[in-house]
């Protein structure tokens, strides 16, 4: 397990440690992050990730890709949906509308259920593998 000057973090954490962390959430959410945490190693199955102990934010790419090892996307759940977050997202050709925000540069997907991540998932994956050439 990794630490941050404030938090603790695991690296690649396994399917069981990020179950463990979530236990306390909605089912829904629950299954929502876990399947779009999957979906993300799927498509980039050499992805580096490291999931925060403290808010679950999953951070992807850090020290693999992107500026000063910043990443290229991570996965945030909230109360009521989840947020796959983009940091060049605004750089990202979006044709399937996707992306929320207005930031400078990092723009998101928030999905709400199951359901939305599965009529999403093509093109989700898509948007992945374009992060990565932007992150590199």
């Given amino acids: 397990m990794a630490s941050s000057k404030t938090h603790q973090h695991i690296d690649n954490p396994s ?3 990020l179950k463990r ?10 299954r929502l992050y876990l399947e779009t945490h999957q979906l993300v190693l799927k498509a980039l199955p050499d ?13 992807y790419g850090a020290r693999q890709y992107g500026y ?3 990443g290229m996307a991570a996965l945030i759940p909230y109360t009521k949906w ?9 750089a990202l050709d979006d044709p399937d509308g996707l992306l929320e925000g207005t930031g400078a540069s ?14 999403r ?3 989700i994956q898509r948007m992945l593998k374009a992060a990565t050439k932007l992150a590199r």
Avoid: T, Y
Wanted: charged share 25%.
């Fill in 121 to 123: 998932r093509v093109a």
């Fill in 82 to 90: 989840v947020s796959l977050g983009f940091i060049r997202g605004a």
């Fill in 47 to 59: 992805v580096v990730c490291s999931v925060d102990c403290d808010d679950f934010q999953i951070g």
């Fill in 106 to 119: 990092v723009r998101h997907i928030k999905l709400r259920s199951p359901e939305e991540l599965a009529e």
């Fill in 68 to 70: 000063n090892g910043w």
């Fill in 21 to 30: 962390l979530v236990d306390g959430k909605p089912v829904a959410l629950r």
């Fill in 15 to 17: 399917d069981a440690q």
